[in-house]
């Protein structure tokens, strides 16, 4: 039987959890920022995996370096050292700027912030400022720490004495902060929320909050990191030096891989058998993920990422039906006036755009930060007929 989008669809619900739903279309290979299913529709890739292929699909330079290492090393557990993980480390140190800093790496965003947890426990303190609306991932100790009703509500009870402040609301913050509080986890912009931004002097108020009160504070730059907004990590624009960052999505350059940084001196470190992970910087995901910072550094994307951002913006705002576009670098929310996001993400995929919706009103895109300027055009034209079309399907 020929390979089919609906073949793959009853293939999916005759043998995947239903935990995602039954996606559209199966996808066959990639290249860059296109993607083609098995039909053979080709597809213009705003979501880059949601915010993961940072460098794209298929890129040259990391199935180099991920068939170099295939050869040469597969996997060793932590019993041993290993070139990939050194420099790793050494490079994602040199991003924080901090000689004292140290990384513990996983597989993915929710070990990322489970281990950050634990590190707060070190503290002495057990409570927790999280936010409203926030996402850090579905495991039960950073489901605790994610700020969504609906995701958490069908798996209480979650870990105790966690708070959530307003999002952006230094206020509120205070209100909630005491020498109680362990950490105050954060992302600089909630990516799953729906690309939300708080005040530009937020996160530095923030830190001095909880150095006022010795509480650590986490940025968890899962979405946000990896050149995305045009730095490496998403908050250093706000001048900070975060406790903890946690890492996982574009960090591997496509290959699953976490990490969780402690940066300051005195933020508490992990001692031999307070944690581990098997796979945990694993050789083959570190050597595509050093792949995927030399694109990065080689290509001088992090400045090409604000240019590319700066053109989005203004031609997608003038768009009728687009009430604002925000975010930052190439991590951006399209917030529409009243066309429904998902009947936009059905449209846009009928004209061979592949973009997402986290809520109702609310596109996100995430594209790959080798994004080629024809690609920005195309897109920009794809998403101008696929809302127009949402639009009078709304209307008649
Ligand atoms: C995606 C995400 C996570 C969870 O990452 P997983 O790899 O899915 O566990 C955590 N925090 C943020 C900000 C994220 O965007």
């Not at 720490?145 to 402040?165: C, E, M, N, W, Y």
Request: net charge positive; with cysteine.
């Amino acid at each position: 039987m020929k390979n089919s989008n609906e073949l793959a669809r009853k293939r999916w619900d005759g043998s995947l959890a239903n935990n995602y739903g039954t996606p559209k279309i199966d996808l066959a290979k990639g290249k860059g920022s296109i993607v083609w299913d098995v039909e053979e529709n080709r597809y213009l890739d705003f979501l880059g995996g949601i915010a993961t292929t940072v460098v794209g699909h298929a890129h040259p330079t990391v199935i180099a370096a991920v068939n170099k290492q295939i050869r040469e090393l597969s996997h060793v557990s932590n019993f041993y050292m290993h070139e990939p993980v050194l420099k790793l480390a050494e490079k994602l140190k040199s991003f924080t700027g901090e000689e004292s800093a140290r990384t513990f790496f996983c597989n993915s965003g929710a070990e990322a912030n489970e281990a950050a947890l634990k590190i707060s426990r070190l503290t002495g303190r057990k409570r927790i400022i999280s936010t409203e609306g926030a996402f850090h991932g579905r495991t039960i100790g950073a489901l605790s720490l994610t700020g969504q009703r609906a995701k958490r509500a069908p798996f209480i009870p979650l870990l105790k004495d966690v708070k959530f402040a307003k999002y952006g609301d230094i206020a509120d913050m205070e209100r909630l902060i005491s020498k109680k509080v362990a950490m105050v986890i954060l992302e600089p912009i909630q990516g799953e929320n729906g690309v939300i931004l708080p005040p530009s002097d937020y996160l530095k108020r923030v830190r001095e909050l909880c150095d006022q009160y010795g509480a650590l504070l986490c940025i968890d730059a899962v979405q946000t990191g990896m050149g995305r907004t045009g730095v490496w990590f998403g908050y250093e624009d706000s001048g900070i030096t975060p406790d903890i960052i946690t890492l996982a999505k574009g960090l591997g350059g496509g290959l699953p891989l976490g990490a969780m940084i402690t940066v300051r001196p005195q933020t508490p470190r992990f001692s031999p058998g307070d944690h581990g992970s098997t796979f945990g910087g694993n050789p083959i995901s570190c050597a595509a993920g050093l792949a995927a910072i030399s694109i990065i550094e080689k290509g001088l994307l992090l400045k090409r990422v604000k240019k590319m951002s700066t053109l989005i913006k203004r031609e997608i705002t003038k768009l009728p039906g687009v009430l604002q576009v925000r975010g930052e670098g190439l991590l951006l929310g399209i917030v529409l006036d009243s066309c429904d996001a998902a009947l936009l993400v059905e449209n846009a995929r009928a004209v061979g755009l592949l973009l997402n919706a986290p809520n109702k009103g609310v596109i996100r895109i995430a594209p790959a930060l080798t994004i080629t300027d024809a690609q920005i055009k195309e897109f920009i034209k794809k998403f101008s007929s696929a809302l127009k079309s949402a639009q009078q399907e709304a209307t008649s």
